[in-house]
């Protein structure tokens, strides 16, 4: 029951994607007493039907729905992500992880690395990986959830399976759903506000605040109120995605796998009843019908899906919330999925509305405050994925030599010069990235500091080489006790694989058999 004073109460989320479900989830759990919450959705209009790597972010997330991790984990096939291994990324026949956990034991000095660093260049110490558990145990192909030895870890998921699970979890806790599509949106005269949603069929749904979630087309937020885009192709080029389902392998990893390509990359995210499969690429570069081919050459199985294409602009809207629509999800921009933050942002963008949300009808000054927390959180998130691009030494393709050669953020251009000449990386207040992502990118793209911080010099070099033998040696013993990853989800959340992923299959794949 809403208190007196309150003039906001009517919700409605146009669209029932990840993005759609995701906010009647979080708003239902969270101020469902308070709130008339509405979400509409196309069942004929469908999904994009894909997004199915995420960062360990999503488990905080999950505690503030209330989610059980072992039900929301059988409800979508999902199965433990340790990090991201990046295939051909810096030069072909290369290979690093970024993984999720920590290297070694940070001080407040200064991060491991300088540690490790300060040992190579006295001719030891090993690979950075191992001195990182979750690096170890991706590499191993295991995973545990265990007191003693505790990892830091995401999910590959279903993104169809994801948002019916959220729907039957919160659909009875107050959110009414709307099958139809929408025809237009009806606008206040003076305002220009957004009042109501008109149905084909002609039924007005009306509210007082809008959440756009209805995808690339922004149906409120750009169809509606013209807020404007931002491109960032200049820095991130892929426009285009190819995207195939094979069937699971015997080894499921723990780990999604993006493998360069001649102009862009390809994703494998296991899940337990399937392989998602798809290419990245940039039109400019590769025609649809030599992605289809170099895409197909490349993976394992007879194919359950038809590749299917999408097309993208990377970029974001200029207002995330605009008069009284907030867009999220693909309608608020897109981010490349190479380091799979679309949900996450998703994600921060519900719980931010939660925490500023205008129950009083005013919100001029929570509404610029929003547009700017989600700029700055846009940015850094760019500029760790353009890092990657901007890092390669590939001269073998125009597509690679032109993100060599490219221009980069101010902002970016600093953190590389930072590492560059000192080892230095930071996380500032409003980064996603932690210092060990950004050291673990770094150095996996080849980025070797020139100089580093010397409080490796304190212990003299007979006890940095014990230190870390001793650190490394006890990852090691750690990782030798884990389980299989897929013996773990055997027995942790076993799901029963559907018929359709056991029978249904289109055509033969060829391709590697990693
Ligand atoms: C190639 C690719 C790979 C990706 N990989 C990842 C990844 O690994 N990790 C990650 O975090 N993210 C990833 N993403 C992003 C992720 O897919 C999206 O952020 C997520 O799926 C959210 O989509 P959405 O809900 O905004 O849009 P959609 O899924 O498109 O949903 C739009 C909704 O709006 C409804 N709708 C639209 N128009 C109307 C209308 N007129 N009337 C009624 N309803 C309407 C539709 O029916 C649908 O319910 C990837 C994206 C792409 C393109």
Not at 37 to 64: C, D, K, N
Not at 113 to 122: D, P, R, S, T
């Amino acid at each position: 029951m809403p208190v007196h004073g309150q003039s906001l109460t009517r919700v409605v989320i146009a669209g029932g994607g990840t993005a759609g479900w995701t906010a009647a989830a979080a708003l239902a759990q969270q101020l469902g007493p308070l709130l008339d919450i509405t979400l509409v959705e196309s069942e004929e209009i469908g999904t994009v039907g894909v997004g199915e790597a995420t960062i360990p972010t999503i488990r905080t997330f999950h505690t503030l729905l209330g989610l059980d991790e072992r039900e929301f984990m059988r409800a979508t096939q999902a199965s433990f992500k340790l990090g991201i291994a990046f295939e051909n990324w810096a030069r072909t026949g290369d290979r690093y992880i970024h993984a999720f956990g920590d290297i070694g034991k940070t001080t407040w000095m200064g991060g491991f690395h300088n540690m490790w660093l300060m040992a190579k260049a006295a001719g030891f110490g090993g690979g950075l990986g191992e001195c990182c558990v979750e690096y170890q145990a991706a590499e191993a192909g295991k995973f545990a959830i265990s007191e003693t030895l505790p990892i830091n870890y995401a999910y590959h998921l279903d993104a169809g399976l994801y948002a019916r699970f959220l729907r039957a979890k919160f659909e009875p806790r107050g959110v009414r759903r709307i099958e139809g599509r929408i025809a237009r949106a009806e606008q206040d005269g003076e305002s220009g506000h957004v009042t109501a949603l008109v149905m084909e069929n002609g039924t007005r749904v009306a509210g007082d605040l809008f959440i756009d979630c209805t995808g690339f087309r922004g149906l409120l937020i750009e169809q509606t109120l013209g807020a404007g885009y931002e491109d960032w192709r200049h820095w991130l080029p892929t426009d285009s995605a190819l995207a195939v389902q094979t069937p699971s392998t015997d080894r499921i990893l723990p780990y999604t796998r993006a493998i360069a390509r001649s102009a862009g990359w390809q994703w494998r995210i296991p899940l337990q009843s399937r392989v998602g499969n798809g290419l990245v690429y940039c039109s400019a570069h590769l025609t649809e019908d030599q992605a289809r081919t170099e895409l197909l050459a490349n993976v394992n199985g007879s194919l359950l899906t038809e590749p299917r294409l999408i097309r993208y602009v990377t970029g974001r809207r200029r207002k995330m919330w605009d008069k009284n629509v907030v867009a999220l999800g693909l309608a608020s921009g897109f981010m490349e999925p190479l380091e799979s933050t679309s949900i996450h942002l998703i994600q921060v963008g519900v719980t931010r509305l939660i925490k500023m949300f205008p129950f009083g009808g005013e919100f001029a000054a929570l509404r610029a405050r929003y547009n700017e927390q989600t700029n700055v959180e846009f940015e850094r998130i760019r500029d760790f994925i353009v890092l990657h691009y901007k890092l390669t030494q590939r001269d073998d393709a125009p597509f690679w030599r032109a993100c060599r050669e490219m221009a980069v953020p101010d902002s970016l251009a600093e953190r590389i010069a930072l590492f560059d000449e000192s080892a230095y990386a930071y996380q500032g207040a409003d980064d996603l990235f932690s210092v060990t992502s950004w050291v673990f990118v770094m150095i996996g793209q080849r980025l070797m500091p020139r100089q580093f911080h010397h409080m490796g010099g304190m212990l003299g070099a007979e006890r940095l080489r014990r230190a870390l033998e001793s650190l490394q040696a006890g990852i090691s013993r750690g990782v030798v006790g884990m389980p299989l990853h897929k013996d773990f989800l055997r027995s942790y959340c076993p799901t029963e694989k559907p018929d359709t992923v056991a029978t249904r299959g289109i055509a033969s794949g060829t391709g590697d058999s990693k």
